[in-house]
């Protein structure tokens, strides 16, 4: 059995991959009513894949017997300055996110909760390509500024992202 310490953090853990999947989702639905459909579309994709994220904690966690204690989820921001201020929401998100799984992964390690380490180490890759993804995107917005014709070509190229498998369930 895991020691409370860890559960609880597992469980905290759930619930901000819940709360990107939501904030995104706000995130999609503001680029949607702006007509930025690509930068829409690839952000309801994160959205979908940060719910994945979420439930693979939730399944690893009834794997381990341990109780899921799902937490209310804050109202997301509905309304951004700019659809470039999004994606550095995003990217802040994003950091947010490794920041406590690296918490995570320490706490595991020290609770010697061997199996969680593991099972942590896929979440610690895939928030070092999520925050390098974010980071591109960022850097692109900064550079085309408010040219309408690049906005135009970056709401097109996000458009291009394509579903990534999900990540399946508990090891």
């Given at each position: 059995?895991?020691?409370?310490?860890?559960?609880?953090?597992?469980?905290?853990?759930?619930?901000?991959?819940?709360?990107?999947?939501?904030?995104?989702?706000?995130?999609s639905a503001f680029c949607e009513h702006r007509n930025f459909r690509g930068c829409a579309q690839w952000l309801?994709?994160?959205?979908?894949?940060?719910?994945?994220?979420?439930?693979?904690?939730?399944?690893?966690?009834?794997?381990?017997?341990?109780?899921?204690?799902?937490?209310?989820?804050?109202?997301?921001?509905?309304?951004?300055?700019?659809?470039?201020?999004?994606?550095?929401?995003?990217?802040?998100?994003?950091?947010?996110?490794?920041?406590?799984?690296?918490?995570?992964?320490?706490l595991a390690l020290n609770e010697k909760a061997f199996a969680e380490v593991v099972e942590l180490q896929w979440?610690?890759?895939?928030?070092?390509?999520?925050?390098?993804?974010?980071?591109?995107?960022?850097?692109?917005?900064?550079?085309?500024?408010?040219?309408?014709?690049?906005?135009?070509?970056?709401?097109?190229?996000?458009?291009?992202?394509?579903?990534?498998?999900?990540?399946?369930?508990?090891?």
């Amino acid at each position: 059995m895991l020691s409370d310490k860890v559960q609880a953090a597992l469980n905290e853990q759930i619930n901000m991959e819940l709360t990107s999947w939501y904030n995104y989702l706000a995130m999609s639905a503001f680029c949607e009513h702006r007509n930025f459909r690509g930068c829409a579309q690839w952000l309801r994709m994160q959205s979908d894949e940060e719910l994945g994220h979420a439930m693979k904690l939730y399944n690893f966690m009834q794997v381990r017997h341990c109780p899921v204690v799902l937490s209310a989820i804050a109202s997301p921001v509905t309304q951004y300055e700019s659809i470039p201020a999004v994606f550095k929401l995003a990217l802040a998100q994003e950091e947010k996110v490794s920041a406590s799984i690296n918490a995570l992964y320490e706490l595991a390690l020290n609770e010697k909760a061997f199996a969680e380490v593991v099972e942590l180490q896929w979440f610690i890759s895939e928030q070092v390509e999520e925050e390098r993804t974010a980071r591109a995107i960022v850097a692109k917005f900064e550079l085309i500024k408010d040219d309408p014709s690049a906005l135009l070509d970056m709401d097109r190229e996000l458009g291009e992202r394509r579903p990534e498998p999900e990540p399946g369930g508990a090891a």
